[in-house]
């Protein structure tokens, strides 16, 4: 599939099939996130593969019912979680470099970002999900201190095809030189 295909047909997936995830396109994907950039190639990231059934109905307990992501969860064989260290991007001699502080957030979303496409790319469904009890997930999965646990992934084959949603147009967002002066002019 080409890339621009790929980036137009992946979508936010909350109803999964209860078929197994092989772990061969599980392998594609984590190579996907291997390659993700990073602040100076930082790759802060630790990406925990859960398929142990068990363990994953304990992390959706962790979930909140409102969230709309909630029964997918549930459903999908493979749920991703998604952590990193503290103080390791975005930092130079134990500093923040800039004054957005640590980079962490930004370089996992990256990361991510590169699995839902690989997953889509390979026929599979994922949905970003940041609502959960963060703190409560890291303990279950064993994360030492100076690491934050910030999204799950729940990966499977995709039980529904949801149409795409509105997108803004590039002349509502892109800017030439200085926002405010439209990318193009309009003809």
């Known amino acids: 599939m080409d890339f621009f295909e790929v980036v137009k047909k992946r979508r936010s997936i ?33 990406i925990v593969v859960v398929k142990d059934p068990e363990l994953k ?5 962790l979930v909140p019912e409102i969230n709309p992501a909630y029964k997918a969860i ?19 001699k134990g500093s923040a470099s800039t ?4 980079w962490y957030m930004f370089d996992l979303g990256i990361a991510l970002e590169h699995a839902a496409l690989a997953a889509c790319a390979l026929g599979l469904g994922t949905v970003h999900v940041g609502l959960f009890d963060h703190k409560k997930t890291a303990e279950l999965l064993g994360f030492p201190e ?34 405010g002066n439209p990318w193009r002019k309009e003809e």
């Open 146 to 179: 100076g690491y934050e646990v910030v999204e799950l992934l729940p990966l499977g084959y995709p039980d529904q095809s949801p149409p795409a949603p509105k997108r803004r147009e590039i002349s509502d967002f892109a800017h030439l030189n200085r926002f």
């Open 99 to 102: 004054d957005k502080g640590d």
């Open 57 to 61: 109905n304990e992390i959706w307990k």
């Open 14 to 46: 909350r109803k999964f099939k209860s078929d197994p995830v092989p772990d061969e396109l599980i392998e594609k994907i984590l190579e996907a996130v291997r390659w993700a950039p990073s602040w100076n190639n930082t790759q802060c990231w630790e």
């Open 74 to 92: 549930g459903q999908a064989p493979v749920l991703l979680v998604g952590a990193a260290k503290r103080g390791v991007s975005g930092f130079y």
